[in-house]
């Protein structure tokens, strides 16, 4: 907290020091515009372990032994208990389900004593005491007594830190569900643990062992949603107030191949029921977060859902024709009924059928991910000539009030019915990003676009995608994304939404350093980047009408800025510095605002070094939080001082005067708090 009195003395000490650079703000109360009411969201898709291993709460790795032509079935993430045991993966004749054609056969060859199978989880498991794990596992084969499953170290003497015992019910011809919680006794020292679950070998009907599949095992999840999220994670994303969530990609939507893209009607109803895709990063998907999934999320976010419906790219180039596009427009307006048609419709009835009765509001769909990138120009040709047109067509028959959203923008040139928004995917340079603090301005209501994906991605002097990618979000990076998304929301009437991609990364496998987080199964390695701290501080501060700003020197470098009006009667200033070889004095005066008005000056800084980054290995946080009461001088005006690099988010406890107050007799005299009706 700082006094009136400091504030004074230090903007005076200020203004002699640097009275050159002082900049002069001032803030009208009137001709700005109504914003997007989604302006920060969020984006996600399954991208090197942001969903299964990542958000996506489950703790077993390869739980149903799902594979496809690109990932053949495989006991990754499974060993034997004790080491003679014998795990084989087989084809039954009469598979858990359709979807799931393999299990894991578990036997000991005849020999007495426990058996059974154990699994690493997603490089590890965090085990916490008195926590309630969920668990549960399918098996076949007529077996008397009791399976026990605990959560155990993976190193030296396997030290058990919690385990259960689960009555068997389990039969010769049939599979049969198990289902227990499990409640460890003890912390675990580190993330090397693994769920081990044994039977005893004498118990087991004939030498053949028993057979297992989707074996499953949840912490508590976000808000407590079976089959749900992440705890720390899901709260790192809620802490950033999206107000969009756009899935599921990205790249995931396309598929490698024609044939692989993201199949929804595949990820939906029982998990037994879900084969699992290839994804397109690397490794096999499990599905397990599927379409409603991602659906309740939203829903948990209070954020609108942009659904991304497959177009017919593949991220190979290779694009449906004409007369094959026809399927899939028809695919994802089924897509649509299933979430939003109400139960007398063919799909929405399979939608209540599966136990969600309530159809979802979608305001937004995409039609397809990055149209204009993989297999140009002729897949670009085809989605202008006849995959866009056809799937907007159809959505404008069927459902006019939904905001379609076209993969490519105006920037890539692609010219999109007046109704249309354009998606944009800026990855660039610091330099780049503040370069392009004013390149929205000159969008009209015919050319809006949204801001699906956007980093800072190489550092300054990096060739775009030939020079080198960085290995973290780093401070420079992050306030210059700061000051390209100041430049947007100044046009948050034709900029519909922005938001960073990747979302997240698991420590254990990426390739791509960019993310707001970063994780690994150990739950103490959660970092906030640089990013997540800026698209934080951004996203709480929530303009619904923008407000034009003068600016004395008649430049917007070094110092950017927005500023508006929230919808609690505050006016909010964000600001950033860049380039800035001294720190910046700013005298900004709000013209709804009258002398002795109260405000809150949040400013982000960062060290010395502008590559500095938040390194999950440190545990350090770079980025410095500064919190300071400001209140309005005589003439109206906050004065203070932002350092190079820093971001700074200024509001006012209310908007107009705040009136004549017993102690500030005669201060507002002779002037009339000039509110403003929204
Ligand atoms: C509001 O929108 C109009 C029309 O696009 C534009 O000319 C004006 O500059 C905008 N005002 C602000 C404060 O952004
Ligand atoms: C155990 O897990 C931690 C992460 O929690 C990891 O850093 C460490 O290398 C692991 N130790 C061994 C011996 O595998
Ligand atoms: C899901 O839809 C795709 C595309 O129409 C189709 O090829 C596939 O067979 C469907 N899957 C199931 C299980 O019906
Ligand atoms: C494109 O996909 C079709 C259908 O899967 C396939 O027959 C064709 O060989 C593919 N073309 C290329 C160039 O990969
Ligand atoms: C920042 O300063 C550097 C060095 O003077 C210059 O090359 C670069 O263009 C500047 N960037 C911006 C966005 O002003
Ligand atoms: C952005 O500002 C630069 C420098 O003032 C100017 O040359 C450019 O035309 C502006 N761009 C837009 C889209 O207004
Ligand atoms: C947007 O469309 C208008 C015409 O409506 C055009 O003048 C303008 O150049 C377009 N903006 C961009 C960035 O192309
Ligand atoms: C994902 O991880 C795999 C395996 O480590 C790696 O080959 C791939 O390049 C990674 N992809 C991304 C986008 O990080």
Redesign the pocket.
Known sequence: MVSLKSTLLAGLALAAQQAVLAVDLAVKPTGGNKTSPIFYGLMHEDINNSGDGGIYAELIRNRAFQSSLKYPVSLDGWTPIPATTTLELKKLASPLSSALPYSVSVSGGGKAGKIGLANSGFWGMDVKAATRYAGSFYVRGAYKGAFTASLQSALGEKEVFGSVEVQSKSVADGWTQHEYVLVPVKNAPNSNNTLAITFDAAGVEGTGGLDFNLVSLFPPTWKGRKNGLRVDLAEAFAALNPKFLRFPGGNMLMGH???TFWRWNETIGPLKDRPGSDGTWEYPISTGMGLIEYMEWADDLKAEPILGVYAGL?L???YTSEAETDHFVQWALDEFEFLTGDVSTPWGAKRAALGYPKPWTIKYVEIGNEDWLAGRPTSYDAYKAYRFPKFYNAFKAKHPQVQLIASPSVYDGFVAPADVVGDWHPYLTPDGLVDRFNRTDRLTQANRTLIGETAATHPNGGLAWDGPLASNPWWQGSVAEAIFLLGTERNADRVIGACYAPQMRNLNRWQWGMTLVQHAADTALTTYSTSWHVWKLLGQHVITKTLPVTVSNGKINPLYFVAGDSEHDTTIVKLAVYNSTTPVPVNLKIESVEAGTAATLITLTGPADPYAINDPFLRTNVVKETTTKLVAGEDGAFTFSLPQLSVAVLETEKKGGKGKGKGDEGKGKGKKARRMNM
Do not use: V, W
């Open positions: 191949t024609l044939g593949a190979d180039g290779n």
